[in-house]
Each structure stands twice: as C-alpha cells, then as structure tokens.
DNA sequence: GTCTATATTCTGATAGAC
DNA sequence: GTCTATCAGAATATAGAC
C-alpha cells in the first residue's frame, strides 16, 4: 500500500488509542465522538472517514485498550508468568485506582451488557485472552473451574475494589483477592 | 402526620420501585426521568418535587433496588442460611439474564466510579451490608478475607457472567464460581 | 403535587468546502 | 481526509397554570 493509506492506518490508530484510553476510564455514555477526536488531535468530522458509529468504535478500542493493558501488565514478568505474579501486579492498589494500566475487563465490565454484539463478542473474546493467559497459554480448549475463579477473583475483585468509596474496604478486597487465587 | 403527607411518601415509594428496577436492568446513563415517571405513572414535571437531581434519585434507587434483591434471594431460604445456599440462588443462570430478582451490586458495579459520592457511599454500604449477610450477620466489624472472596466470586462471577456473549461459558463462569465458594 | 410547556445544553451523525 | 457548519433528537432542569 502507498504512503497515503499507511498514513491513514496511523491516524486510525491514533484515535483508537486515545478512545481506548477514555473510554476505559469513563466508560462509553461519558466520552465523546468530540473527546475522543480531540484528544486525537482531530475535530469531530473526520471521524466517520474511519469508522461508521460509535459503537464500532468501542469495540475495536476496547481490543487496542486491552492489547495495551495486557503489555504492560506482563512487561516485566518472565515468558510463562505464574498466577501469582500476574495477581500481584494486576490486584495492586495503582490499578484500582486510575492508573496508568487501566484494564478494559475490570472498567467496563457492567457496561457491555447494554451494547449490541459487536461490542459484546470484542469483550467476550479479550476475557477469553486473558483466561488463557491465566492458565499458561494452553491449547486446551476448556477452560477449567479454577481458571475461571481466578479469572473472576481479578476481574471481579479489581471491579468492586474501584467502585467502593472506601479505601480500607478497597484494600482488603485486592488483598483478599490475591490470597485467594494463590491459595 | 396527615394523610397528605402520607400520600407523597407512597408516591415517593412508586417512583423509587421504578427506579431502582430500570436502573438495575439499564444502568444510570440509558435510563431517562422521563422514563422513571412514566413506568410510576407520572411525567416529568412532578419528579422535582421529591428529588433534587437524577443523581440523588439513583442513590436512593439503589437502595431501594437493593433491599428488593434482598429479600427476593433470602425469602425461601432459612433464617440463617448457609453461603453455599445463598450462592446457589445468587449464581443462577435466569440471575444472570435479565431475571426477576436483578441485583444492583453486579448490574452497577462499573457504573458507580463515574458518579458523585452519595452514589458510591450508597453502594458501597449495601455491599458491606450484603458482605455481612454472607458472614452470618455477625457483630464482628472486620470482614474476614474469606468472606470478602466469596463476595467478589458471587457479584464479580454475576457480573462477568451477564456480560459474556458466550451462553457456555457464562454457564462454565455461574458453576466455577458457585463450587468455589462452597470450597 | 402534578400537570404542560419550554429553556438550555449536548450528542451522534451528515453535508459540503478545500 | 480533514475541516467547519449544521441537522435532528434527547436529556436535565425550570416556569407557571391548575
């Protein structure tokens, strides 16, 4: 391809960074078109020669948010990183507040039950990732029970650690969380 | 105090039912004053003179949503059930669809950052009221790390199992999430 | 207290110049 | 491809009649 449409690919990608970004930490009704172009260093009408809606734009960010949160989560853990260090580094305090490591899977969790499929099945197959990324990059096929509990105890316990206004709660859920899937 | 009085608190109490279950099923975002009133046979108009904001109404609702939850979960169950009997009503598969008995602490987990402090106080006590519910209403004021589990395995499990667009597996997360807590 | 009517603001999406 | 300008709809909140 010519230098043109490679330097289309790039401002798309620009703006699916910035859209990942903002929408991890506000969630889809609080961000918008507007936002996410300016922080892109656009203006709203450039934004539909890269996507067609909205919600085709949440869904490829929240794959591009998840790629990133996933880099920098394992960064700098070994190849075949235990449970236990991906807990100790995903549970901790920094990412439930607004850090800079924000997980898609945590922050958005309760909002994809109300977006249409195209939304639904980017999240379903980024948690599905990441629960294969918990159980060593096995190819089976199954997911087992324990798996998904931890998968849970992270997600889940780094979800309700954001939402409660009360630090100390917030605290002992993580630290009950990471206990849980190394026991 | 007179009936009159007596009157707008049931008015109060239709508009709050209402509330808390559109809330619960659509969240803050998607769900309009208008449509409150109207699914508690009003308009709009006369919603300003029993809350001051929408904020405040979804603070209330919550609670309000919550207690209904409550009493739906226990109500067959005996008066001082087991978690394990708790947790196989909560982490049943019509729980996760969109049920009779929603519950407000995995509708709105991811929902409750982005709003004002009532919101989060609002939620934050219903979550510690259900937390000790699961400990046996103990008068014990810390909540143990084991119970703390059990309730991110129980809201976070819901949640994530109502997000997924992936019926097996929203199945495979309800049965993991139940035999762990019973473990 | 409840109604209708409206002020105001914001949003997603489109049209047309360059 | 990106810009400015704008449409069309929806939302919160308020004003005033009854």
Redesign the pocket.
Known sequence: MGWK?EH?QQ?KARILSAAGQLFTRLGYERV???DVMAAAG?????????FG??SELYAEAIVTAAIRARNLLLEPLSESPSVDAIAARYLSPERARDGDARCPLAFLATDIHQRDDQVRDAYTRVLKGFARTLAGNTTAVELSPQTLRQLVLLVGGLALARAVNDPALSQCLLDACRQGVNG
Chains 1, 2 share one sequence.
């Open positions: 449409s289309k401002t918008s078109i507007d656009l203006t709203r009408g450039a934004f539909y020669a890269h809606s909205k």
